[in-house]
């Protein structure tokens, strides 16, 4: 069936540090993944997206891996920052690019020790 | 620029009564998706537009839930005699095109008494 896990329920980090979060994924159609922020209180927001002809994106600070062997994707988030406290959550989009439909996991909170 | 807008913030009703909440997405972007999201889980997708229509509603739960995108911009969900399991924050996201990324609104917490 279609399902995506996250490793570890929460990670914690001392400021400064790299971070990285790790999910999994069930459904080899997916060929779109993606990245989401949520603070308490407000909506997911968008921070990186991968499409399966891919392996690695970087932006501003982060950067995604995708691994399609063993259906793992990351996150990996450079120099972290206090504001960088949050839930984390991936996405992928389950059948493939004929859906709009997303399925998310249960998410990863990262704290950030200053 | 503006980004999702979700309407209202909150709404605490009974049990039994009917809701509607609304979404205006981003300027210009033809596709509209609404989720749900309970305390502690990731976003559940219920339906998705793709202007005017419903290309995908097979994450609404029942005939209760219902949707709707008249003129292709906003959106509506329409929940018909709510029940206390219908608790949730309701999420809607809007993107160029299916795709691309989906841009969430902050959604409305629904409280149902």
């Known amino acids: 069936g279609e399902s995506v896990g996250l490793h570890l329920p929460t990670l914690s980090v001392q400021e400064g540090d790299n971070s990285i979060i790790n999910c999994a994924y069930s459904?080899?159609?997916?060929?779109?993944f993606i990245w989401y922020k949520q603070e308490s209180g407000k909506g997911p927001q968008f921070i990186i997206d991968?499409?399966?002809?891919?392996d690695k994106r970087q932006g501003q600070r982060v950067t995604v891996l995708l691994n399609k062997t063993v259906k793992h994707l990351s996150l990996q988030i450079a120099a972290t920052q206090p504001g960088d406290s949050a839930v984390y959550f991936c996405?992928?989009?389950?059948?493939?690019?004929?859906?709009?439909?997303?399925?998310f996991g249960q998410g990863t909170t990262l704290q950030v020790k200053p | 620029g503006a980004g999702v807008s979700q309407t209202p913030s909150n709404k605490v009703t009974e049990k039994g009564k009917y809701v509607e909440l609304r979404c205006d997405p981003i300027?210009?972007?033809?596709?509209l998706y609404w989720y749900r999201q309970s305390l502690g889980q990731g976003p559940e997708f219920l339906i998705y537009?793709?202007?005017?229509?419903?290309?995908?509603d097979s994450g609404l739960p029942n005939d209760r839930f219902f949707a709707v995108r008249p003129e292709g911009s906003v959106s509506t969900l329409k929940i018909q005699r709510t029940e206390r399991g219908d608790s949730a924050v309701y999420l809607c996201?809007?993107?160029?095109?299916?795709?691309?990324?989906?841009?969430f609104g902050d959604g409305t917490r629904l409280s149902i008494l």
């Open positions: 459904n080899s159609a997916s060929d779109y």
């Open positions: 996405a992928e989009n389950g059948s493939g690019s004929n859906t709009g439909k997303l399925i």
């Open positions: 537009f793709q202007g005017t229509g419903a290309a995908d």
């Open positions: 300027s210009g972007h033809t596709a």
């Open positions: 996201a809007s993107s160029l095109g299916n795709g691309q990324p989906q841009h």
């Open positions: 991968i499409r399966s002809n891919m």
